[in-house]
Nanobody, 123 residues
Framework: QVQLVESGGGLVQAGDSLRLSCVGSGQIFGFYVFGWFREVPGKEREFVGGIHWSGASPRYADSAKGRFTISSDNSKRTVYLHMNSLKPEDTAKYYC????????????????WGQGTQVTVSS
């Protein structure tokens, strides 16, 4: 069993930066893949990016490329989402998830989810 807890969300202004953290506990192995997703009311959960637990092979959605960076620190059992140049359209609840296997942008492929952290970007 794996538990994930996100933190780091908040209210920021357009152009600001935030770093979200996802701390994992339980049986997390090197072959796990982590994904960051975001969701706004009335819309489908959207893939932001993902990374292997080892820190290898980060992947990004087009909306995140060039502004967001995903990294991991195994010693802290933490995966990070660094967000720069935030825009009002980045406002959403951000979720961390993990799965066994390869990268996937489909939320249904992920077995474990955190409770989410809200990011609000004002203009």
């Amino acid at each position: 069993q794996v538990q994930l807890v996100e933190s780091g969300g908040g209210l920021v202004q357009a152009g600001d930066s935030l770093r979200l953290s996802c701390v994992g506990s339980g049986q997390i192995f090197g072959f796990y893949v982590f994904g960051w997703f975001r969701e706004v009311p009335g819309k489908e959960r959207e893939f932001v990016g993902g990374i292997h637990w080892s820190g290898a092979s980060p992947r990004y959605a087009d909306s995140a490329k060039g502004r967001f960076t995903i990294s991991s620190d195994n010693s802290k059992r933490t995966v990070y989402l660094h967000m720069n140049s935030l825009k009002p359209e980045d406002t959403a609840k951000y979720y961390c998830a993990c799965r066994v296997g390869t990268h996937s942008s489909y939320p249904g492929h992920y077995n474990y989810w955190g409770q989410g952290t809200q990011v609000t970007v004002s203009s």
